[in-house]
């Protein structure tokens, strides 16, 4: 028994695993296909899009209005009692049993314009919900480029953390030897250990760094999280990228121009203006025509013959067509009109103050991206030379240490400047090169690494 138990066990932990397998199949990931996650995935966009449908089907639903309607149907009853009998036209007292037969169809001929106007109010929103799925795109891209640097950003400082790590180890043994010996004190040797307690807590910190950058990467792909996820480093050379020619206000100006989101803004302003169209036309008058068709059978014998006449005999001589012309002229509706056109002013106002403010997001990204650019490539080109000195400085430091020429303390400063000086340039080159790939972006340019 414990067998099979054992044997289902394993059955059912290998279907598991081939399950995980099936749902995240993925490992190396390069930034395309990241990207291409990132957008099937993304609920928000899902979510564009069916607002987009909705738009669509307003449209169908605002065209049916200028088509007649019709509709048909029947019914079949009983009365008992006093009663007017349809055959003889005379009041009696019997169940009469009876079958009618009905059609109506109706069509507007004017209506203040509300139904065309509604029709391009419907075209309008289709146009602006098709421009915020565009939107959501390239938010969702630029999001997750963000996300695939910083997971490339933390695998280098974790890089540079175990190559830290890896000088002290050496040092920390090479002083326990001399200290055995009798060469050095057995402070030097502490100090060392202490300085490699340190540099290994830096390299437990980059490593949870790049842990939480990866779950930040696979959340951003609504994918399940899978610690052995790594992706391809891509060559950065910050020399390769190069800040724009153009300044904040000429890329704000060509943003305005090509960014989906203001074109979406300007949509939203033409439907809240034909809102208030359609809401004006409620003060004009309407105009339709309507027709309709009604025939019935009866179970009664004709007075005449003294038998049921049958169905359709009854039905082609019951048969009736009625033709309407009406004209609705709104005299006081209780200042349902009124509110329906104030309403409309003030989601006029409202679109008015999302188009602004849509503006304003654009202008303070642009600022943001373009003075980090710049504040970073300063930094880089600094960090360059400042790590260039700082290694020539440490190797220096080394031989002396290695002769006896300094202490552990002082070798000690020598290396956390040459690491500090390390994180700082990989924290401006991965900087530096995201906020070149914005106002890239910003400029209408494909955004690749």
Do not use: H
Not at 19 to 41: G, M
Not at 393 to 410: E, H, K, L
């Amino acid at each position: 028994m414990r067998k099979v138990y054992y044997c289902l066990c394993l059955l059912f932990c290998g279907l598991f695993s081939q399950v995980s397998a099936q749902e995240y199949p993925y490992t190396a990931l390069d930034l395309e296909t990241t990207i291409e996650i990132a957008l099937e995935n993304n609920l928000n966009l899902q979510r564009s899009r069916l607002n987009l449908s909705t738009a669509e089907i307003t449209l169908l639903e605002n065209r049916g209005q200028q088509i007649p309607s019709f509709s048909t149907g029947a019914s079949s009853g009983f009365r008992w009692g006093r009663s007017i009998n349809p055959v003889t036209n005379l009041f009696e007292n019997r169940r009469i049993g009876n079958i009618n037969l009905f059609a109506n169809t109706s069509m507007p001929i004017y209506n203040g314009r509300q139904i065309s106007n509604s029709i391009k109010q419907a075209k309008t929103d289709i146009q602006a919900a098709a421009l915020d799925v565009e939107a959501t795109e390239n938010d969702i891209i630029l999001n997750t480029i963000n996300l695939f640097i910083n997971v490339v950003f933390s695998k280098e400082q974790l890089n540079v953390a175990n190559s830290q790590l890896q000088t002290v180890t050496e040092q920390s043994d090479r002083t326990k030897r001399l200290v055995e010996a009798g060469s050095l004190a057995m402070a030097e040797q502490l100090d060392l250990e202490a300085q490699l307690a340190t540099s290994e807590l830096e390299v437990v910190n980059a490593d949870n760094s790049l842990r939480i950058a990866k779950l930040n990467l696979a959340q951003a792909m609504q994918v399940p999280f899978d610690p052995s996820l790594d992706v391809v480093v891509p060559d950065l050379d910050p020399s390769n990228y190069f800040l724009p020619e153009e300044q904040v206000d000429e890329i704000f100006a060509f943003a305005l121009e090509i960014m989906p989101e203001i074109k979406s803004a300007d949509f939203s302003m033409e439907s809240a203006d034909l809102g208030i169209d359609i809401a004006k036309g409620a003060f004009y008058p309407t105009l339709g025509i309507s027709g309709n068709l009604f025939s019935n059978f009866v179970d009664q014998p004709d007075f005449l013959t003294g038998e049921i006449p049958p169905f359709f005999t009854q039905i082609d001589r019951n048969l009736s067509q009625t033709l309407n012309l009406q004209l609705n002229i709104p005299i006081f509706s209780n200042f349902r009109n009124v509110a329906g056109v104030q309403r409309a002013r003030v989601q006029k106002q409202q679109a008015l103050i999302q188009k602004e403010d849509v503006k304003n997001q654009l202008r303070n990204d642009i600022e943001t991206a373009y003075t980090t650019a710049l504040a970073q490539r300063q930094t880089y080109l600094s960090n360059q030379k400042r790590v260039s000195s700082l290694e020539e400085a440490f190797r220096m430091s080394q031989q002396r240490f290695d002769v006896g020429a300094i202490n552990s303390v002082d070798f000690q400063v020598a290396q956390n400047n040459l690491f500090n000086a390390q994180a700082d340039l990989v924290s401006a080159k991965y900087n530096y090169i995201f906020a070149v790939k914005v106002l890239d972006f910003y400029l209408g340019n494909n955004i690749t690494l």
